[in-house]
């Protein structure tokens, strides 16, 4: 998966997975952080119904602004207002040449960072130093981090902090909502437009019952204009783009959009203009050309040894997770098969581990007494453990063959799922197969931004890719809320799970996640956790 950084959000890039090719996301993610510009600001209309310079637009929020924090007994309420606010491991800035580095900035590390409206708390005293003159904060409780107050700040009704976004929902299965692009051209608008400025912005969308976009792009070249990028190959249902191309072509347009294009959204905003949603990016996109994704869950991975469902016996491996649309309960009738009633897609049955082969297919024996087919399940089975887990320690095993997660706590297994990893193929452009070996997750973060421009099946962006938990280079463990097909082959490289098993590994596995945090890296004393994938 290709990494590259938006103006507008420094994020590690990405998409369905990682591609294999490209360089470890975590150089820029952990070297830039700074202070961005953001919608609705120098006088333009807000969510709390301020009307813009030119009276043209008057917002208003759906959503209340939100309240600052409670200010803790033990310290103060920090609040970052930069795109990041780093947090290190002593008040110094790490040195790009360890060797040639003041003795004071010797083993100084990134341990993670804050996004714009996210708050921790800190120590009431301010470090002073020449090298921030804004002062260092020291964070409370473990690990020992400080923040430099260049990027954050204890007054809540800072300036900067008026358009924040609203803090990740990390008691969701989804930490935002999100928002499908249904237009090629979109635009992401850095204030509230003039009714004017979307006539003339948005004259080359597709809008309307039966408007195409290759209908407009043939319109436009038969009167000799010029096509916008977008809607040079709108012929094509996974069109070609060059990110490039797509950058806003005036000081109110920040950015276009290609259909599919998914958004992170923060809140609602009325405009005499329209309706737009503003993004946790902090742009602007009107509401008509978005869907809103609907966060349903298809199926929870199981936690194993525990309570069944419903009072039922614990769970325990093999499984079966019917990821067929076709499925059906088999009954072996001599050299023959007698089909049974319908298994519905996802259904999750426990098997005795008993299996036959018959007639070119494999067939799996259920605690119920009933077989299922291979092509119609994916089958978790109880992965063999390395010799040198030690009694306790988490570890997390991928079968690529089966398309299986486990994950462990010493030798008990304690979660199990099916998972999407990297598609294979003999066409090196098409290859996205998952990375194999031992690794330990790098680094955590909560969302991330992931984007291709030169994917062989088209150019996308996923804002705000959510529980992504990387591990080598641009592979990671991360959440797939896009498409559910758990179970087969999918991603560019990436192991997908659905929204609430990767929250649920997330929250599970190291390196821990302070509480405020949005990113964290492993480090000695917050290990990250072992992966191992196989086939």
Known sequence: MKNRFSPVVLAIAGIAACARAHADPSVDEWEKAGAGTTALTNGEASSEGEANANGEANAKGDEAEAKPAPVPADGLTLYAFGIQAPILSAPEWPSKDPEHAAEERHGVVRLGY?????????????????????????????????VCGKFATVNASHKELKHAPHVPYMDRNLPYEYGLNLTPGTPLYRRIPLKSERRDNEKTLAIGKG???????????????ALPAYLKDSGNAKPSVR????KGESDLVAQRMLKGFYLSLDKKIDGRSGVFWHTMSGLLAP???????????EFDGVVLDGAGPAGQPPQKLPLAFVVGTKAHAIEFEGQDTKRGDKIERFAILSLTGKRQALHDRVFYETDKGFWVRDIDVAVVSLPKVPSDVTPGEKWVDVDLSSQALVAFEGDKPVYATIVSTGRRSADPEKDHRTV??????????????????GASDGTYRIEDVPWVMYFEKSFALHGAFWHSGFGRERSHGCVNLTPHDARHLFAWAGPTLPEGWHGVKATKENPGTRIIVHK
């Open 114 to 146: 804050l996004r714009r409206g996210e708050h921790v708390v800190v120590k009431p005293k301010t470090i002073t130093k020449a090298n921030c003159a804004e002062g260092w904060y020291e964070l409370v409780g473990k690990p020992r981090g400080y």
């Open 211 to 225: 408007a195409k976009s290759s209908d407009i792009a043939k319109k436009l070249a038969a009167n000799g204009e």
């Open 243 to 246: 990110f490039d191309d797509l």
């Open 287 to 297: 509401k008509d050309h978005l869907i809103v994704h609907d966060p349903k869950t």
């Open 436 to 453: 194999e070996g031992t690794f330990r997750i790098r680094e955590k973060h909560i969302t991330t931004t992931m984007d291709d421009d």
